[in-house]
């Protein structure tokens, strides 16, 4: 297996010197883009999409026809492993993802297992397909959800804005979450591992929820096992370093211990200062971040600006990926995307120049 013809991706993840700052976007394959709706109409449900090869293939490289990315990530979602653990996801029409048997009993929690990756050989095509079909022209971004970000959707059955059962369990039998928990660490290593050996090459944990718990409940029921998967994931693969990147959305106040964790690379939301950050964690890890995905709904003259800020406050050092603080909005313009990524591309040659 070769290194893309374009690896700034990996080499800014690994911190090292690159030309640029490299560029994605996370959801860059979703509704703000025509072809992406078209494809999910024609497939069917967001579940086909995910679950046939082709489909996945196709709507993973439809952000990169249109813009110059400089990664690809894979199509699927985070939901799929409690899925593979039987709680039956389903798609509401015009609602989020739920679940049919959320996690709501000691004795439904204790029969959960780690299920067997054959059950997930879905995703595994998706990433050897989409390898195939990138002709090794920009590395393959893999993921999995964070072991408490799971366990939300697990628990509440979907989406939450007061996460009220999670709590419930967390502050009531707290050895019942741990279980959740310990079960998910196992599987997300499994899981990003078979990623890795079907063709990721780089690899992401999204802790979507982590920021909605105290700091002592962030440390004891997320970070803890975000330590034991960036302990258990195999970092390289066919003799190139596969990075890790750690995102705790809200996580702002915890980058040391994320940074502490031996990650590669930490995402950063758009609420933290990304110059105060790089001077927390130094030079030990990389950055991933971090525009208010907000900024695309501006003029294409405050998205450039916005860029240009962000790139400037993280100042002339490696080890930058530009990213959005969380997701791109269904709104987004796309011509707004076009300048972002361009102004990030030259804007951070002119500074490697200056
Ligand atoms: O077409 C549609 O209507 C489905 C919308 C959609 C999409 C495009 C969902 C449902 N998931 C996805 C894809 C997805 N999800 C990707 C694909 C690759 C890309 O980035 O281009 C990724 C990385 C995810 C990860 C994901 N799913 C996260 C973590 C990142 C984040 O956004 O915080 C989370 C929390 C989910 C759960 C999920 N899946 C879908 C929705 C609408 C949600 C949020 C549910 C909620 O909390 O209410």
């Known amino acids: 297996m070769s290194r893309p013809n374009n690896d700034t991706l990996l080499r800014a993840l690994m911190g ?7 560029v994605w976007l996370m959801r860059q394959a979703g509704r703000y883009l025509p072809e992406y709706r078209e494809t999910r109409a024609r497939a069917g449900s967001f579940l086909d999409l995910c679950k046939s090869q082709s489909f996945a ?30 709680l039956g996801l389903y798609f509401a029409e015009g609602e989020g993802p739920r ?41 393959l971004i893999g993921f999995s959800g964070s072991p408490f970000t799971l366990a939300c959707y697990m628990i509440e059955g979907g989406g939450s804005d007061d996460f ?5 369990l967390m502050y009531s039998q707290p050895e019942l979450l741990h279980h959740i928990l310990d079960i998910n660490a196992r599987t997300v290593i499994d899981y990003l591992n078979t990623q890795i050996e079907q063709g990721a090459q780089a690899v992401m944990v999204f ?9 002592p409940a962030y440390r004891e029921f997320s970070l803890r096992y975000l330590q034991q998967i960036v302990d258990g994931v195999i970092r390289t693969h066919d003799g190139e370093a596969v990075p890790l990147v750690l995102f705790t959305k809200g996580g702002g106040q915890w980058l040391d211990d994320i940074a502490r964790t031996g990650c590669d690379a930490v995402g950063l939301d758009w609420t933290t200062d990304i110059s105060l950050a790089r001077a927390r964690v130094g030079h030990h890890v990389a950055l991933q971040g971090n525009l208010d995905p907000g900024a695309l709904m501006g003029s294409p003259e405050g998205v450039a600006r916005e860029a240009r800020r962000v790139l400037d406050d993280f100042g002339p050092y490696h080890g930058h990926v530009f990213n959005l ?8 313009p796309h011509d707004n995307v076009r300048v972002l990524v361009s102004t990030v591309h030259e804007h951070s040659r002119a500074m490697r120049a200056a």
């Not at 490289?61 to 409690?82: C, E, G, K, N, Y």
């Not at 802790?207 to 700091?215: E, I, M, P, Q």
């Open 99 to 139: 679940f049919e048997r959320p996690l709501r009993s000691a004795e439904a929690i204790r029969a959960l297992q780690v299920p067997p990756m054959e059950s997930l050989q879905y995703v595994f095509d998706a990433v050897s397909g989409i390898r195939k079909a990138l002709q090794n022209s920009v590395p």
């Open 57 to 86: 293939t196709e709507v993973t490289l439809q952000p990169l026809a249109r813009f110059p990315l400089d990664a690809a990530i894979l199509f699927s979602d985070i939901l799929t492993v409690p899925d593979a653990m039987g």
């Open 325 to 332: 603080g969380h997701g791109i909005s269904q709104f987004t």
């Open 207 to 215: 802790d979507t929820w982590g920021g909605a718990l105290s700091t």
């Open 16 to 22: 090292e010197p690159t030309d640029y700052t490299p």
């Open 164 to 168: 009220r059962n999670v709590k419930a």
